[in-house]
Protein backbone atom coordinates (compact mmCIF):
# COMPACT_ATOMS: atom_id res chain seq x y z
CA UNK A 1 0.00 0.00 0.00
CA UNK A 2 0.87 3.38 -0.52
CA UNK A 3 3.35 5.19 2.42
CA UNK A 4 4.24 1.82 3.64
CA UNK A 5 7.63 1.08 3.67
CA UNK A 6 9.32 -1.95 1.30
CA UNK A 7 8.80 -5.63 3.19
CA UNK A 8 11.73 -6.59 0.94
CA UNK A 9 13.96 -3.77 0.75
CA UNK A 10 17.28 -3.85 -1.21
CA UNK A 11 15.85 -6.50 -4.11
CA UNK A 12 14.48 -4.41 -6.54
CA UNK A 13 12.07 -5.76 -9.86
CA UNK A 14 13.33 -8.94 -10.96
CA UNK A 15 14.73 -8.68 -14.77
CA UNK A 16 15.22 -10.89 -17.53
CA UNK A 17 19.19 -10.72 -18.67
CA UNK A 18 19.84 -14.00 -20.74
CA UNK A 19 21.08 -17.21 -20.47
CA UNK A 20 24.77 -15.48 -19.67
CA UNK A 21 23.42 -13.31 -16.98
CA UNK A 22 25.63 -14.11 -13.48
CA UNK A 23 23.10 -12.07 -11.55
CA UNK A 24 21.48 -14.99 -9.26
CA UNK A 25 18.69 -12.22 -8.80
CA UNK A 26 17.35 -12.28 -12.69
CA UNK A 27 15.75 -14.10 -14.72
CA UNK A 28 18.17 -16.23 -17.83
CA UNK A 29 15.06 -17.91 -19.51
CA UNK A 30 11.56 -16.01 -18.46
CA UNK A 31 11.38 -13.42 -20.89
CA UNK A 32 7.56 -12.44 -20.10
CA UNK A 33 6.81 -11.12 -23.06
CA UNK A 34 8.87 -13.20 -25.50
CA UNK A 35 6.88 -15.43 -27.87
CA UNK A 36 7.11 -19.06 -27.95
CA UNK A 37 4.81 -20.53 -30.30
CA UNK A 38 2.98 -17.47 -31.63
CA UNK A 39 1.83 -16.76 -27.82
CA UNK A 40 3.86 -14.65 -24.81
CA UNK A 41 5.91 -17.00 -22.25
CA UNK A 42 3.73 -15.34 -19.37
CA UNK A 43 -0.16 -16.48 -21.06
CA UNK A 44 1.57 -20.41 -21.74
CA UNK A 45 3.00 -20.09 -17.77
CA UNK A 46 0.51 -18.09 -16.14
CA UNK A 47 2.89 -18.16 -12.82
CA UNK A 48 1.35 -18.16 -9.19
CA UNK A 49 2.36 -17.90 -6.00
CA UNK A 50 1.10 -20.00 -3.18
CA UNK A 51 -0.25 -17.54 -0.67
CA UNK A 52 0.14 -20.45 2.05
CA UNK A 53 4.04 -21.65 1.96
CA UNK A 54 5.05 -18.13 1.05
CA UNK A 55 3.52 -15.73 3.43
CA UNK A 56 2.22 -18.40 5.67
CA UNK A 57 4.96 -20.80 5.87
CA UNK A 58 6.69 -21.19 9.32
CA UNK A 59 9.13 -24.09 8.41
CA UNK A 60 8.14 -25.84 10.91
CA UNK A 61 8.77 -29.83 10.45
CA UNK A 62 7.36 -33.08 12.58
CA UNK A 63 10.54 -32.79 14.36
CA UNK A 64 10.45 -28.62 15.40
CA UNK A 65 9.11 -25.32 15.39
CA UNK A 66 9.31 -23.00 12.42
CA UNK A 67 12.36 -20.86 11.31
CA UNK A 68 11.08 -18.38 8.99
CA UNK A 69 12.74 -15.15 9.61
CA UNK A 70 9.90 -12.68 8.38
CA UNK A 71 10.20 -9.14 9.70
CA UNK A 72 7.38 -7.78 8.62
CA UNK A 73 5.01 -10.26 11.32
CA UNK A 74 5.18 -7.70 13.61
CA UNK A 75 1.21 -7.48 14.87
CA UNK A 76 0.19 -9.50 17.18
CA UNK A 77 -3.66 -8.98 16.26
CA UNK A 78 -4.40 -11.94 13.83
CA UNK A 79 -6.58 -9.34 11.45
CA UNK A 80 -4.27 -6.86 11.54
CA UNK A 81 -1.28 -9.34 10.73
CA UNK A 82 -3.27 -10.74 7.97
CA UNK A 83 -4.30 -7.13 6.10
CA UNK A 84 -0.62 -6.13 6.53
CA UNK A 85 0.83 -9.49 5.02
CA UNK A 86 -1.39 -8.93 2.01
CA UNK A 87 0.79 -5.56 1.30
CA UNK A 88 3.77 -7.88 1.65
CA UNK A 89 1.84 -10.40 -1.09
CA UNK A 90 1.92 -7.66 -3.32
CA UNK A 91 5.43 -5.99 -3.36
CA UNK A 92 6.51 -9.52 -3.37
CA UNK A 93 4.24 -10.33 -6.81
CA UNK A 94 5.01 -7.14 -8.09
CA UNK A 95 8.79 -7.34 -7.77
CA UNK A 96 8.96 -11.10 -9.01
CA UNK A 97 6.92 -10.28 -12.17
CA UNK A 98 4.31 -12.66 -11.23
CA UNK A 99 0.51 -12.24 -12.64
CA UNK A 100 -1.38 -14.48 -10.74
CA UNK A 101 -1.23 -16.03 -6.89
CA UNK A 102 -3.70 -18.41 -5.00
CA UNK A 103 -4.67 -18.93 -1.41
CA UNK A 104 -7.31 -20.99 0.90
CA UNK A 105 -9.18 -18.87 2.84
CA UNK A 106 -7.25 -19.09 6.23
CA UNK A 107 -4.31 -18.28 4.52
CA UNK A 108 -5.61 -14.97 4.39
CA UNK A 109 -7.86 -14.23 6.69
CA UNK A 110 -7.78 -16.20 10.50
CA UNK A 111 -9.72 -18.47 11.42
CA UNK A 112 -12.20 -16.52 14.32
CA UNK A 113 -14.55 -18.09 17.45
CA UNK A 114 -17.19 -18.53 15.13
CA UNK A 115 -17.71 -18.81 11.49
CA UNK A 116 -19.37 -15.30 11.30
CA UNK A 117 -16.06 -13.77 12.54
CA UNK A 118 -14.12 -15.51 10.29
CA UNK A 119 -16.42 -14.04 7.24
CA UNK A 120 -16.39 -10.83 8.51
CA UNK A 121 -12.41 -10.94 8.74
CA UNK A 122 -12.33 -12.72 5.26
CA UNK A 123 -14.38 -9.78 3.64
CA UNK A 124 -12.40 -7.48 5.46
CA UNK A 125 -9.09 -8.99 3.99
CA UNK A 126 -10.65 -9.10 0.49
CA UNK A 127 -11.12 -5.65 0.32
CA UNK A 128 -7.94 -5.26 0.79
CA UNK A 129 -6.82 -7.95 -1.98
CA UNK A 130 -9.13 -6.34 -4.17
CA UNK A 131 -7.91 -3.18 -4.02
CA UNK A 132 -4.52 -4.55 -4.64
CA UNK A 133 -5.54 -6.42 -7.55
CA UNK A 134 -6.89 -3.11 -9.04
CA UNK A 135 -3.39 -1.11 -8.40
CA UNK A 136 -1.61 -3.90 -9.65
CA UNK A 137 -3.18 -5.82 -12.29
CA UNK A 138 -2.16 -9.05 -10.61
CA UNK A 139 -5.17 -11.33 -10.71
CA UNK A 140 -6.43 -14.73 -8.91
CA UNK A 141 -5.72 -17.83 -10.35
CA UNK A 142 -7.56 -19.90 -7.84
CA UNK A 143 -9.73 -19.80 -4.89
CA UNK A 144 -9.96 -22.25 -2.03
CA UNK A 145 -11.11 -23.39 0.98
CA UNK A 146 -9.24 -24.72 3.97
CA UNK A 147 -11.05 -27.02 5.25
CA UNK A 148 -8.30 -29.65 6.59
CA UNK A 149 -6.74 -28.08 9.44
CA UNK A 150 -9.63 -27.40 12.14
CA UNK A 151 -9.83 -30.02 14.29
CA UNK A 152 -13.37 -29.93 13.13
CA UNK A 153 -12.28 -31.65 9.81
CA UNK A 154 -10.36 -34.28 11.79
CA UNK A 155 -12.36 -36.99 9.84
CA UNK A 156 -12.60 -35.14 6.57
CA UNK A 157 -15.26 -32.54 5.85
CA UNK A 158 -17.44 -33.62 2.78
CA UNK A 159 -16.91 -37.37 3.82
CA UNK A 160 -16.73 -36.83 7.27
CA UNK A 161 -19.19 -39.43 9.21
CA UNK A 162 -20.44 -35.94 11.63
CA UNK A 163 -23.54 -34.56 9.26
CA UNK A 164 -22.32 -30.86 10.99
CA UNK A 165 -19.39 -30.79 10.30
CA UNK A 166 -20.38 -31.47 6.54
CA UNK A 167 -22.45 -28.75 7.19
CA UNK A 168 -19.94 -26.23 8.14
CA UNK A 169 -17.92 -27.24 5.30
CA UNK A 170 -20.66 -26.45 2.78
CA UNK A 171 -20.94 -22.68 4.60
CA UNK A 172 -16.76 -22.17 4.18
CA UNK A 173 -16.99 -23.43 0.71
CA UNK A 174 -20.66 -20.96 -0.07
CA UNK A 175 -18.12 -18.15 1.52
CA UNK A 176 -14.69 -19.05 0.09
CA UNK A 177 -16.87 -19.24 -3.54
CA UNK A 178 -18.08 -15.67 -3.18
CA UNK A 179 -14.73 -14.10 -2.19
CA UNK A 180 -13.30 -16.03 -5.48
CA UNK A 181 -15.62 -14.30 -7.23
CA UNK A 182 -15.54 -11.08 -6.29
CA UNK A 183 -11.55 -10.65 -6.86
CA UNK A 184 -12.25 -12.41 -10.28
CA UNK A 185 -10.70 -15.65 -9.82
CA UNK A 186 -9.91 -17.52 -12.57
CA UNK A 187 -10.73 -21.20 -10.56
CA UNK A 188 -11.73 -22.73 -7.70
CA UNK A 189 -9.53 -25.86 -6.61
CA UNK A 190 -10.86 -28.99 -4.64
CA UNK A 191 -8.04 -30.57 -3.05
CA UNK A 192 -8.49 -33.93 -1.40
CA UNK A 193 -7.33 -32.46 2.70
CA UNK A 194 -8.86 -35.40 5.09
CA UNK A 195 -11.39 -36.94 2.27
CA UNK A 196 -10.15 -40.31 2.60
CA UNK A 197 -9.74 -42.97 5.34
CA UNK A 198 -7.23 -44.21 7.82
CA UNK A 199 -9.18 -47.47 8.39
CA UNK A 200 -11.22 -49.60 6.06
CA UNK A 201 -13.12 -51.31 9.43
CA UNK A 202 -14.66 -47.73 10.94
CA UNK A 203 -15.45 -46.61 7.03
CA UNK A 204 -17.91 -46.58 4.94
CA UNK A 205 -16.19 -45.81 1.65
CA UNK A 206 -19.49 -45.83 -0.48
CA UNK A 207 -21.43 -42.90 1.57
CA UNK A 208 -18.54 -41.01 1.89
CA UNK A 209 -18.02 -40.56 -1.59
CA UNK A 210 -21.21 -40.21 -2.69
CA UNK A 211 -21.37 -37.59 0.45
CA UNK A 212 -17.91 -35.74 -1.76
CA UNK A 213 -20.03 -35.73 -5.13
CA UNK A 214 -23.16 -34.00 -3.18
CA UNK A 215 -20.87 -31.38 -1.48
CA UNK A 216 -18.98 -30.88 -5.29
CA UNK A 217 -22.74 -30.60 -7.05
CA UNK A 218 -23.51 -28.18 -4.46
CA UNK A 219 -20.34 -26.06 -5.17
CA UNK A 220 -20.90 -25.87 -8.91
CA UNK A 221 -25.13 -25.26 -8.34
CA UNK A 222 -23.82 -22.17 -6.25
CA UNK A 223 -21.14 -20.85 -8.03
CA UNK A 224 -23.82 -20.62 -11.21
CA UNK A 225 -26.47 -18.89 -8.97
CA UNK A 226 -23.86 -16.17 -7.97
CA UNK A 227 -22.41 -15.75 -11.57
CA UNK A 228 -18.52 -17.72 -11.30
CA UNK A 229 -17.67 -19.00 -14.20
CA UNK A 230 -14.13 -19.75 -13.36
CA UNK A 231 -12.90 -23.36 -14.00
CA UNK A 232 -13.58 -26.05 -11.01
CA UNK A 233 -10.64 -27.79 -10.81
CA UNK A 234 -10.03 -31.52 -8.57
CA UNK A 235 -6.35 -31.99 -7.58
CA UNK A 236 -5.05 -35.38 -7.28
CA UNK A 237 -3.32 -36.83 -4.25
CA UNK A 238 -3.14 -40.36 -3.58
CA UNK A 239 -1.80 -40.16 0.66
CA UNK A 240 -1.00 -37.62 3.19
CA UNK A 241 -2.15 -36.86 5.70
CA UNK A 242 -4.98 -39.90 4.93
CA UNK A 243 -3.75 -43.73 4.37
CA UNK A 244 -5.54 -43.35 1.13
CA UNK A 245 -7.61 -39.93 -0.32
CA UNK A 246 -10.31 -40.56 -2.58
CA UNK A 247 -9.05 -37.85 -4.83
CA UNK A 248 -5.99 -40.60 -5.76
CA UNK A 249 -4.55 -40.12 -9.21
CA UNK A 250 -6.30 -38.89 -12.37
CA UNK A 251 -7.93 -41.89 -12.92
CA UNK A 252 -9.42 -42.52 -10.19
CA UNK A 253 -10.53 -38.44 -9.99
CA UNK A 254 -11.96 -38.61 -13.89
CA UNK A 255 -13.66 -41.60 -12.81
CA UNK A 256 -15.34 -39.97 -10.01
CA UNK A 257 -16.62 -37.00 -12.06
CA UNK A 258 -17.96 -39.15 -14.37
CA UNK A 259 -19.88 -41.81 -12.21
CA UNK A 260 -21.07 -38.56 -10.10
CA UNK A 261 -21.96 -36.06 -13.42
CA UNK A 262 -19.25 -33.80 -12.93
CA UNK A 263 -17.22 -34.02 -15.57
CA UNK A 264 -18.48 -31.34 -17.57
CA UNK A 265 -17.78 -28.70 -14.38
CA UNK A 266 -14.62 -29.92 -13.36
CA UNK A 267 -10.90 -30.25 -14.78
CA UNK A 268 -7.67 -31.61 -13.21
CA UNK A 269 -5.39 -29.61 -11.09
CA UNK A 270 -2.20 -31.84 -11.31
CA UNK A 271 0.71 -31.42 -8.98
CA UNK A 272 4.10 -33.06 -9.46
CA UNK A 273 4.73 -34.56 -5.82
CA UNK A 274 1.53 -35.77 -6.20
CA UNK A 275 1.78 -37.62 -8.47
CA UNK A 276 5.18 -39.26 -7.72
CA UNK A 277 3.17 -40.41 -4.49
CA UNK A 278 1.00 -42.05 -6.52
CA UNK A 279 3.70 -43.65 -8.29
CA UNK A 280 3.55 -41.99 -11.50
CA UNK A 281 5.38 -39.71 -13.30
CA UNK A 282 3.94 -35.87 -13.84
CA UNK A 283 4.18 -36.54 -17.69
CA UNK A 284 1.73 -39.71 -16.89
CA UNK A 285 -0.71 -37.91 -15.20
CA UNK A 286 -0.45 -34.72 -17.65
CA UNK A 287 -0.74 -37.36 -20.42
CA UNK A 288 -4.21 -39.00 -18.63
CA UNK A 289 -5.86 -36.36 -18.03
CA UNK A 290 -4.62 -34.66 -21.57
CA UNK A 291 -6.26 -37.61 -23.73
CA UNK A 292 -9.50 -37.40 -21.55
CA UNK A 293 -9.63 -33.75 -21.97
CA UNK A 294 -9.65 -32.84 -18.30
CA UNK A 295 -6.16 -30.93 -18.08
CA UNK A 296 -6.69 -27.76 -16.31
CA UNK A 297 -4.16 -26.54 -14.14
CA UNK A 298 -1.11 -27.55 -12.28
CA UNK A 299 0.45 -27.41 -8.92
CA UNK A 300 4.69 -27.27 -9.87
CA UNK A 301 6.26 -28.60 -7.33
CA UNK A 302 8.90 -31.69 -7.27
CA UNK A 303 9.41 -34.15 -4.35
CA UNK A 304 13.07 -35.62 -3.50
CA UNK A 305 13.91 -39.41 -4.74
CA UNK A 306 15.40 -40.31 -1.68
CA UNK A 307 12.49 -39.18 0.56
CA UNK A 308 8.86 -40.69 0.43
CA UNK A 309 7.13 -37.67 1.31
CA UNK A 310 5.23 -34.50 -0.31
CA UNK A 311 8.41 -32.32 0.20
CA UNK A 312 7.17 -29.68 -2.06
CA UNK A 313 10.40 -28.35 -3.35
CA UNK A 314 10.63 -25.78 -6.05
CA UNK A 315 11.12 -27.44 -9.27
CA UNK A 316 14.63 -27.01 -10.66
CA UNK A 317 15.26 -29.83 -13.31
CA UNK A 318 14.86 -28.79 -16.55
CA UNK A 319 14.26 -32.61 -18.06
CA UNK A 320 10.78 -32.32 -15.71
CA UNK A 321 9.82 -29.23 -17.06
CA UNK A 322 10.57 -29.90 -20.52
CA UNK A 323 8.04 -32.91 -20.29
CA UNK A 324 5.45 -31.15 -18.20
CA UNK A 325 5.30 -28.24 -20.72
CA UNK A 326 5.48 -30.81 -23.87
CA UNK A 327 2.52 -32.07 -22.41
CA UNK A 328 1.18 -28.93 -21.89
CA UNK A 329 1.44 -27.34 -25.74
CA UNK A 330 0.33 -31.00 -26.75
CA UNK A 331 -2.98 -30.74 -25.02
CA UNK A 332 -3.63 -26.72 -26.03
CA UNK A 333 -2.34 -25.09 -22.92
CA UNK A 334 -3.83 -24.35 -19.94
CA UNK A 335 -5.47 -21.49 -19.60
CA UNK A 336 -7.86 -20.51 -17.58
CA UNK A 337 -5.22 -22.52 -15.49
CA UNK A 338 -1.65 -21.85 -14.65
CA UNK A 339 1.33 -23.10 -13.44
CA UNK A 340 1.09 -22.25 -9.29
CA UNK A 341 3.89 -22.98 -7.10
CA UNK A 342 2.46 -24.95 -4.66
CA UNK A 343 6.29 -24.97 -3.24
CA UNK A 344 7.83 -24.43 -0.04
CA UNK A 345 11.33 -23.06 0.99
CA UNK A 346 13.28 -25.56 3.03
CA UNK A 347 13.42 -25.43 6.50
CA UNK A 348 17.12 -24.28 6.15
CA UNK A 349 16.36 -21.49 3.83
CA UNK A 350 14.76 -18.73 6.42
CA UNK A 351 15.99 -15.41 4.72
CA UNK A 352 13.22 -13.63 2.96
CA UNK A 353 15.53 -13.76 0.15
CA UNK A 354 15.09 -17.36 -0.21
CA UNK A 355 11.31 -16.69 -1.48
CA UNK A 356 12.82 -14.93 -4.68
CA UNK A 357 15.78 -17.87 -5.28
CA UNK A 358 13.28 -20.04 -5.27
CA UNK A 359 10.39 -18.22 -7.51
CA UNK A 360 12.92 -17.79 -9.70
CA UNK A 361 14.71 -20.54 -10.00
CA UNK A 362 11.00 -22.23 -10.65
CA UNK A 363 10.21 -19.79 -12.99
CA UNK A 364 13.30 -20.43 -15.09
CA UNK A 365 12.99 -24.10 -14.80
CA UNK A 366 9.94 -23.50 -16.38
CA UNK A 367 10.65 -21.20 -18.99
CA UNK A 368 13.85 -23.47 -20.19
CA UNK A 369 11.58 -26.37 -20.24
CA UNK A 370 8.89 -24.22 -22.47
CA UNK A 371 11.14 -23.28 -24.83
CA UNK A 372 12.93 -26.79 -25.43
CA UNK A 373 9.52 -28.16 -25.42
CA UNK A 374 8.56 -25.85 -28.18
CA UNK A 375 11.81 -26.27 -30.06
CA UNK A 376 10.97 -30.41 -29.71
CA UNK A 377 7.65 -29.95 -31.41
CA UNK A 378 9.10 -27.43 -34.50
CA UNK A 379 11.29 -29.55 -35.61
CA UNK A 380 9.22 -32.83 -35.62
CA UNK A 381 11.61 -35.69 -35.28
CA UNK A 382 9.83 -36.43 -32.00
CA UNK A 383 6.59 -37.15 -33.94
CA UNK A 384 8.15 -38.65 -36.90
CA UNK A 385 9.76 -41.78 -34.54
CA UNK A 386 5.86 -41.90 -33.00
CA UNK A 387 4.66 -41.82 -36.68
CA UNK A 388 7.26 -44.57 -37.77
CA UNK A 389 6.18 -46.45 -34.73
CA UNK A 390 2.70 -46.36 -35.51
CA UNK A 391 2.75 -46.59 -39.06
CA UNK A 392 0.84 -50.30 -39.37
CA UNK A 393 -1.92 -48.62 -37.68
CA UNK A 394 -1.96 -46.10 -40.66
CA UNK A 395 -2.52 -49.20 -43.14
CA UNK A 396 -5.67 -50.54 -44.36
CA UNK A 397 -6.19 -53.05 -41.71
CA UNK A 398 -5.38 -50.22 -38.88
CA UNK A 399 -8.01 -47.74 -40.56
CA UNK A 400 -10.48 -50.42 -40.96
CA UNK A 401 -9.96 -51.43 -36.80
CA UNK A 402 -9.62 -47.62 -35.77
CA UNK A 403 -12.65 -46.51 -37.69
CA UNK A 404 -14.93 -49.40 -36.31
CA UNK A 405 -15.55 -51.56 -38.90
CA UNK A 406 -13.70 -54.52 -37.84
CA UNK A 407 -15.01 -57.45 -35.77
CA UNK A 408 -13.26 -60.24 -33.85
CA UNK A 409 -15.14 -62.24 -36.79
CA UNK A 410 -13.34 -60.99 -39.42
CA UNK A 411 -10.20 -60.60 -38.05
CA UNK A 412 -10.44 -64.18 -37.46
CA UNK A 413 -10.51 -64.86 -40.87
CA UNK A 414 -8.12 -61.74 -41.76
CA UNK A 415 -5.22 -64.16 -39.42
CA UNK A 416 -6.41 -67.15 -40.77
CA UNK A 417 -5.06 -66.32 -44.25
CA UNK A 418 -2.18 -64.74 -42.92
CA UNK A 419 -1.31 -67.91 -40.84
CA UNK A 420 0.68 -64.68 -38.44
CA UNK A 421 1.30 -61.28 -37.36
CA UNK A 422 3.98 -59.18 -39.08
CA UNK A 423 6.95 -59.18 -37.13
CA UNK A 424 7.38 -56.84 -34.45
CA UNK A 425 10.12 -54.00 -34.35
CA UNK A 426 12.22 -52.47 -32.38
CA UNK A 427 10.41 -49.73 -30.03
CA UNK A 428 13.84 -48.03 -29.86
CA UNK A 429 13.74 -46.07 -26.41
CA UNK A 430 17.38 -45.44 -26.30
CA UNK A 431 17.18 -43.75 -29.69
CA UNK A 432 13.73 -41.45 -28.83
CA UNK A 433 15.72 -40.73 -24.50
CA UNK A 434 18.77 -39.71 -27.10
CA UNK A 435 16.76 -37.93 -29.15
CA UNK A 436 15.24 -36.23 -26.27
CA UNK A 437 18.93 -34.78 -24.83
CA UNK A 438 19.69 -33.07 -28.23
CA UNK A 439 17.51 -30.14 -27.42
CA UNK A 440 18.46 -30.26 -23.90
C1 LIG B 1 -1.70 -30.22 -0.40
C2 LIG B 1 -1.95 -29.36 -1.55
C3 LIG B 1 -2.88 -28.23 -1.33
C4 LIG B 1 -3.73 -27.91 -2.51
C5 LIG B 1 -4.75 -26.83 -2.24
O1 LIG B 1 -0.82 -31.26 -0.63
O2 LIG B 1 -1.38 -29.56 -2.60
O3 LIG B 1 -2.15 -27.14 -0.93
O4 LIG B 1 -2.98 -27.51 -3.60
O5 LIG B 1 -5.59 -27.15 -1.20
CO1 LIG C 1 -1.39 -28.53 -4.43
Redesign the pocket.
Known amino acids: MAGTSEAFAGIGKIRFEGPSSKNMLAFRHYDADALVEGKPMRDHLRFAV?YWHTFRGTGSDPFGPGTMIRPWETESDPLKAALARVDVAFEFLDKLGCDFYCFHDRDVAPDGKTLAESNKSLDAVADRLEQHQKQSGKRLLWGTANLFSNPRYVHGAATSPNVETFAYAAAQVKKALEVTHRLGGAGY?F?GGREGYQCLWNTDMKREVDHLATFMHMAVEYAREIGFTGQFYF?P?PREPMKHQYDFDSATCINFLRAYGLEKHVKM?I?TN?ATLAGHEMQHELEYAGMQGFLGSI?A?TGDTLVGWDT?QFPTNVYLTTQIMHSILKYGGLAPGGV?F?AKVRRESFEPVDLFHAHIGGMDAFAHGLKIAAAMRADGALQKLLDERYASWSGPLGKRIESGSESLASLEKEMLAKGEAAACKSGRQELFENLINTYL
Open positions: SVWEKNEHDNDND
